[in-house]
Nanobody, 124 residues
Framework: QRQLVESGGGLVQPGGSLRLSCAAS????????IGWFRQAPGKEREGVSC????????NYADSVKGRFTISRDNHKNMVYLQMNSLKPEDTAVYYC?????????????????WGQGTQVTVSS
């Protein structure tokens, strides 16, 4: 069974940092690009970042560029999202998802498998 599991969410003050992790099982891991998405209450799910199969290509939403860094470890079947300089508007449920390609368009329909999400709350 193909499964993605996110972890690392929590409550952090503005300006703080968190690192999210995405673990995969049941996949041929390096066949897939991995994306991070987020969904705030009352808003649509939006793409945050993605990384290609090899890790050589990354894309970021303009809202997080320069603050978030995505990386992957294909030996451990893990993808990470390092989030720095967090803002209250980063508050959302964060999801990782698997697709064949990492594209700046972050189209939800390109992603075949999704995790259950992890809550990130940025508040003082």
């Amino acid at each position: 069974q193909r499964q993605l599991v996110e972890s690392g969410g929590g409550l952090v003050q503005p300006g703080g940092s968190l690192r999210l992790s995405c673990a995969a099982s049941g996949f041929t891991w390096d066949y897939y690009a991995i994306g991070w998405f987020r969904q705030a209450p009352g808003k649509e799910r939006e793409g945050v970042s993605c990384v290609s199969r090899s890790g050589g290509t990354t894309n970021y939403a303009d809202s997080v560029k320069g603050r978030f860094t995505i990386s992957r470890d294909n030996h451990k079947n893990m993808v990470y999202l390092q989030m720095n300089s967090l803002k209250p508007e980063d508050t959302a449920v964060y999801y990782c998802a698997a697709a064949y390609v990492c594209q700046r368009s972050f189209l939800l329909r390109d992603y075949d498998y999704w995790g259950q999400g992890t809550q990130v709350t940025v508040s003082s």
